[in-house]
C-alpha cells in the first residue's frame, strides 16, 4: 500500500484540497499547528474577519460539491459603494446581470471546509508544527504541543501552509529555489461597524463600502451577524497619514472624524479596536519552481499576493481545481508528471494575478474618486454592454469569468491602450455617451491582430 | 564605555572591516562559524581558489594600509586570451597604459587580512556559529563547537556573513524585508592546470584566459605557484550541454577533447578532480533596507552577486570604503544616521552591479569569440584612445575607476545605443578604422544632454 498524502496547513486552501483528495481514494492527513479553532466558537478577540468569494473560488467549491453550504453564510455584494469626504455616496455596480461578489467570514468558511474534509475521513492533526520537511524522502518532522516530535513519511507532500511556508523555506535550502518577497508601504488593521441597536445593518449591505483617500482607505464588508468588518489600508510610516503617526485615542478620533465621519459615527469601539487590533503588513511573494520530487506548494505558499484583487484564496482554490483536473488525467501513481504540468501550466498566471493585484491597489487607492475615472468606468461599461462577449472589463474577466490571469491580464493591457486614447480627447466628459462604439472596438480586434 | 562591535562572518568583508573599524578605535570582535583555517596551509583539497582584484578593491585595500602587503601576493592580469575549438589564442587587453586585473589566492588575501586584524587588536571567534540575532536588541546566539551556546550584546551588529548571511535571515523575520534571490541556471566547477614538470607556467600567466562556447565556458586564473585555477561554468540541466550529461570519466575525456583540447593537454588529473569537486550553484540576492537599529548588513550578505564582472569582493570592499567614510565624517555615536546614509548612498550601486554581473555573464558567454563583437571592442578601444577622458569604455569604467556603479550603469546604456548604431552599418568591418570618430563621440553628448 503507498504511504499517505501530507498536507500542511489546515487554512482555506489546505481543507479544500484535503476534499479534493479524499474524493480520488487517497489517504489524506492534514497537519496545522493551530489548535482546532472550530470549538473556539468565538474568536478570543471577538473580530469576525471576511472576505471575498468570486467566481473562481465557486467553481472549485462546486467541483468538490460544497457550493450550497458555503452558500448558506454568504452576503452578495454587487458593487463598490464609494464614500466621499462629505459622506456622499455612490454606487459603482461590478458587472451587469447582477453579477456579485460574495462576502463570507473567514472562519466561518475553514470550518465548513474542514468539516466536510474530515466527514469525507480526512485525518486532522492539530498543533502539529512542521519543523523541517527532507523533500528527498518526502518526510516531515513535527514539534507537538508539549515539546515532543514526531516524523511522518509521506508518499507525496502538500505545502498549503500559508505566505510564510515551512516547505518553502526547505526547499530554498536543499534545491535552488528563486525567491521574491516584497512588503509594501501599507500595512492594515481591521475595525468594525456593529449592528444598529434596532439589530439592522448600519449601511447598505449589498456592496463593498469604500472610503478612497489617496494614499490611504477604508474598505468595509457585510457580515451575517449585521455588522461590518472594515479594513484600513495606509502607509506604515514615512507619509504625512501614516500609522505611525497616530499616538494616542485623541488622534484616533481626529483622523476618522477628518477622513471618514460618516464612518465614524458608526464606530462606537473605534478606540478601543484602533489600539487593541494589531496593524499588520502586506507581501508579495513569488517562487520557482513549486515542486520538487514529491512535494509541492500550492496557494499563498506559492504565491501569496496583496489583497486588492480580491483573489487571493480563490486563486488557490483554483489551484486547487486545476490540480484535481491533472489528477484526473493523469491518476494518482504520476506525481512527478502531475506537479511538473501544475507549475508549468499554473505559474505564468498566478505571475499575472500577482500583477493585477498590485496595480488594482494603486487604482482603488488613487483613482476610485477621480471623476475622469469614473467617465472611463462608464465608458467600460458601455462598451460591455453594446459588445457583451467582445469586450469584458479586466476586473469582470478576473472576477466573474475562468479566463486565465495571464490572458486577462494581456487582454486589459491592451483594453487600456485603446481607453487611455478615448480618454486623451479634452472633451470626453461631455462626449462620451455619443461615441462610435463599434470603432472604439474595432482598435482592440486590431491590436490584438498585430 | 560602550559595548563591544560585532561583525559576523570573517570571510574577506568581515576581516578587512574588522581592521578599518579597529582603526576608529573601536572594540570590535569578528565572529565564524568556520575554525580558524589560517593554520591549515594546504587545504583540504589541496586546491587554490583565486579570484581578481581591480582598482576599487585596490583603494579600499590602500585606505586601510594593506595594498603593499597584498600586492605581494597578485600576478597582474592585462587582458583576456581568447582560446578558440582549434586551440588558437588571441588577446584582447582590458585596457590602455598596462591597465590590470590581479589574481589572488582567495586564501592567502584572507589570511593577510585576518592577520593584520588581528596585529590591530582586533578579537577573532572561530566555531562561533551566528544561530540569531534579536535586531531589537543587537543580542546575538552563537552555538560553539562543544555543542554549548552563548549569547553576546553588542552596540553594533555588522552581518558580512555572506550571501546565506544569518542576520539577514533573523531581520527578515523581525521586520518587513524586501528580498529577492535568483539562481541562474548555471553552476561552475573548479579544475586545475598544474605548473609544467619543469616548474613553469603552462599559459600565457599575465592574462584572465578564456574558452567560450556559447552556453558555457571555461576560464583560467594564474597562481604563484605556476598553475592555474579553471573554472568551468555551464548549465546544470535540461540543455545538450549541460552537467548532468557528463556521467562518467569517458564523458569528462570526450566533452574537453571536444571542447576544450589545448586545455585538457595541460590537466593532467582533470577526470579525478572532475569528480571530486562539486558542482556548485550561482545566485543573486538583492535586500532592502540592509539596517535596521543598530544592524547592518554589508558584502554578498547585502547583495550576492553573479561572478561575471569579477566585483563580487570588490564591491564589498568598497562597501567598506564608504561606510569608513561615513564614520570619519559623522562619527561613532551616530550609528543610525551613518547607517541610513550608507544603505540609501549605496543600495542603487549595488543593484547597478547586480544587473551588469548580469549582463556580462550573456556577453562573456555569448559573444566574446564573435568578430562582429570584436570589432565593436576595437571601435571603443579606439574612442577610448582618442577621448581618453570622454569615452571611457563600460568595463574600463566598472574595472579601472571608482565613478559609482549606477553611473557606469547609466553611462553604459548611452555607449550602447551609440554603438548599436555605428555597428548597423554592413559594412562596418570594412570601414571601422576610418570611421567620423569624432561624430560618434558628439552622439554621446547629446543623448547625455536629453
Ligand atoms: C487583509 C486580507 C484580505 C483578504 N481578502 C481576500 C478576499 O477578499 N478574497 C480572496 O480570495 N482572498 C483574500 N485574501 C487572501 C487570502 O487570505 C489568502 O490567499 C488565503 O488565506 C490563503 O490560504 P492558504 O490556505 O494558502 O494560507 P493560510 O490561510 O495562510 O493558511 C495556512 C495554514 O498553515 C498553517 N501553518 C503555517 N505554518 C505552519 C507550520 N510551520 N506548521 C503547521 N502549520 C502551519 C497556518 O496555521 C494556517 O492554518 C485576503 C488576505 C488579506 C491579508
Ligand atoms: C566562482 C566565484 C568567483 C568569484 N570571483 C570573484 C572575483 O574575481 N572578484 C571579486 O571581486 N569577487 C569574486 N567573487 C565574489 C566573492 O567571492 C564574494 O563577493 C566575496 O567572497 C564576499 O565576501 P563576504 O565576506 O561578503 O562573504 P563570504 O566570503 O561568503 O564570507 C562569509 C563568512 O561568514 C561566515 N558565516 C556564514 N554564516 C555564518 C554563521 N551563521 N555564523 C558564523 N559565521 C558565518 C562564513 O564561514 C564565511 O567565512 C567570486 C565568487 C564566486 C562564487
Redesign the pocket.
Known sequence: MNQPISI???????SLLGVYLKKRGLDVHI????SDWRSQQVLSEGRSIN????YR?WKALQKAGLKEKVEAHTIPMYGRRIHDEHGVTYFQPYGKNDEAIYSVS?NILNQVLLDEAEKEGVQLHFE???DHVDVSKNSIDFSLKDGQTKTCKSEVVFG???????LRTAMQKQMRLNFRQEYISHG?KELTIPATEDGAFAMDPNALHIWPRGNFMLIALPNQDKSFTC?LFMPFEDEKISFDKIRDEQDVVTFFQTYFNDAYQLMPSLTADFCQNQT?A?VNIECYPWTVNHCTL????AH??V?FY???????FEDCFILDGLIEKYGTFSWDLVFEKFQKMRKPDTDAICKLAMDNFKEMRDKVSDPRFLIRKKIEAKLHELFPYDWVPLYSMVTFTDIKYSDAYAIGKVQEAVLDKVMSDPFIAQKWENLDYHAILDNVETSRAV
Not at 31 to 34: C, E, F, L, V
Open positions: 500542511l496547513g489546515a487554512g482555506l486552501i489546505g497537519y496545522d499547528k493551530r472576505m471575498a468569494i468570486s473560488g473567514r502539529h508544527k512542521v498549503a501552509d500559508g505566505a510564510f511556508s515551512s492594515y479594513t499588520s502586506l500550492i496557494g499563498d505558499a501569496a499576493i489583497p480580491g483573489q487571493g484564496m480563490n486563486s488557490g
